[in-house]
């Protein structure tokens, strides 16, 4: 009888012991790669881009030091996976929050970010737009008192060792939709230099090439407009001539996106095209002379 229970204890407590060891060992398989500056796969980098799964919208990270920079915040569904991203990376104050424009799709997530972390300063185009997230997004702008900046192509931000130049739009263009007010912005740090486009249409690329043309070359290039075909025109990519390409878009949209005419461009120039959809978070790596995607 004895003999019988001291079995049983030990038995019980060698299947505690495995179901704890196993949950152990799960716990660790799934946690997920530390992207933070410095440690992991990031530790030689002194800037990372995250191009971060929102779904169908954008947003992007650039871990700066203690100057960070978020441009776009997806929809508003997915805040929720943002704030816990940013949270995950020890973000506690944003030095630029940039709005390529206001569609909810980019600023949906908007003021759920400037309630929850100190953001210093608010970039956005001059474009008023009658919706519940704009309104949303100015309250809080207002709320948290952060300063507001209308920015239009010839501005310029030093932040940090990062500069920041804005291509498009023009300072008196006025387009038919939202979407042609997208700031588009040359992030570059030492040499390397990044694009990321909002929803920018081919009219503002033909703006870029004539205005700016010496300043398109990017090693990495946020596709414009979730890959859609009203953008990447075949001369704007070949002016930005990208070593990287990055499409921010959500699985089985309703719109399409990618359309097949881009990607059939993009793989003409490139053998692989990284898709928020397809890959989840893209995650780049920086240092003034180099830049690797961290996986
Ligand atoms: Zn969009
Ligand atoms: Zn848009």
Request: proline fraction near 4%; charge should be negative.
């Amino acid at each position: 009888m004895q003999t019988n229970s001291k079995q049983k204890i030990i038995t019980m407590a060698v299947l505690v012991f495995i179901v704890i060891l196993a949950l152990a060992v799960y716990v660790i398989l799934e946690m997920p790669e530390d992207m933070r500056l410095g440690s992991g796969v990031l530790s030689d980098a002194e800037v990372a881009i995250h191009i971060i799964d929102v779904g169908q919208g954008d947003a992007a990270f650039i871990d700066n030091g203690d100057k960070d920079i978020l441009i776009d915040a997806g929809p508003g569904d997915s805040a929720p996976a943002l704030l816990e991203y940013l949270d995950a990376l020890g973000v506690y104050e944003i030095e630029y929050a940039f709005f390529s424009h206001p569609h909810e799709d980019h600023i949906g997530g908007a003021d759920d970010i400037i309630n929850h972390y100190k953001v210093e300063n608010v970039v956005m185009p001059d474009y008023y737009e009658n919706t519940a997230c704009y309104r949303k997004l100015m309250e809080a702008v207002d709320y948290e008192g952060s300063d507001l900046i209308y920015s239009c192509s010839g501005d310029k931000f030093v932040i940090g060792d990062i500069t920041v130049e804005i291509l498009s739009p023009g300072p008196r263009y006025k387009p038919e939709d939202a979407n042609g007010v997208s700031l588009v912005m040359k992030v570059s740090y030492g040499e390397v230099d990044a694009l990321f486009t909002g929803d920018a249409e081919v009219e503002n690329e033909e703006f870029i090439l004539r205005n700016y043309p010496d300043k398109l070359d990017c090693e990495i290039l946020k596709v414009g407009h979730h890959g859609s075909s009203t953008s990447s025109s075949e001369e704007f990519v070949y002016a930005v001539s990208p070593e990287v390409v990055v499409i921010s878009v959500g699985e089985d949209n309703t719109y399409g996106h990618p359309h097949v005419e881009t990607l059939a461009l993009l793989n003409s120039h490139l053998d692989k095209i990284y898709r928020t959809d397809r890959d989840g978070d893209i995650v780049i790596g920086i240092t003034k002379d180099k830049y690797w995607i961290a996986e």
